[in-house]
């Protein structure tokens, strides 16, 4: 996520990371890349963390120009459970969206668990630019 505006801005973005950063859960750190200060967001949880939420919407009040995207699962969210979302930060402002392309999360990225769904997923479609029952290129670094 890229914040448009840095100075005070970025001093009060890179406390709160110091106060809400965890080991456990989340890779979180304030870079400069290219002239700009990127907050950084790495995690896996399985269910949504509320105050990394608040924190992605105080960096866009705090720098309104900022963007990013920030992809959640929660397990826990009834009616959504097999959903990714994805909250976006536009100009500083922030939605949420349902991820098509990761969604719904079974079949898409798993399988069905035992008695769970209808049985098997069927044939998964080719990727996209992809035709069918042609492979894939090999791979340049490994030859395969």
């Given at each position: 996520m890229t914040t448009a505006s840095c100075g005070r801005?970025?001093?009060g973005i890179d406390g709160?990371?110091?106060e809400i950063a965890?080991?456990?859960l989340l890779d979180l750190d304030l870079r400069r890349m290219n002239g700009e200060a990127v907050v950084h967001f790495g995690g896996c949880s399985?269910?949504?963390?509320?105050?990394?939420l608040r924190f992605f919407g105080e960096i866009g009040e705090r720098a309104p120009g900022s963007y990013g995207l920030l992809h959640v699962?929660?397990?826990?969210?009834h009616g959504r459970e097999n959903d990714?979302?994805?909250v976006r930060m536009v100009r500083g402002r922030?939605?949420?969206h349902l991820e098509p392309l990761l969604s719904p999360c079974i079949?898409?990225?798993e399988d069905p668990s035992e008695g769970e769904g209808t049985g098997p997923p069927g044939p998964r479609p080719p990727a996209p630019g992809r035709r069918p029952g042609v492979a894939p290129p090999a791979c340049p670094a490994c030859r395969r």
């Open positions: 801005s970025c001093e709160r990371i110091r965890s080991p456990y399985d269910h949504r963390d509320t105050e990394i699962r929660d397990d826990e969210d990714v979302l994805v922030v939605g949420e079949p898409v990225l």
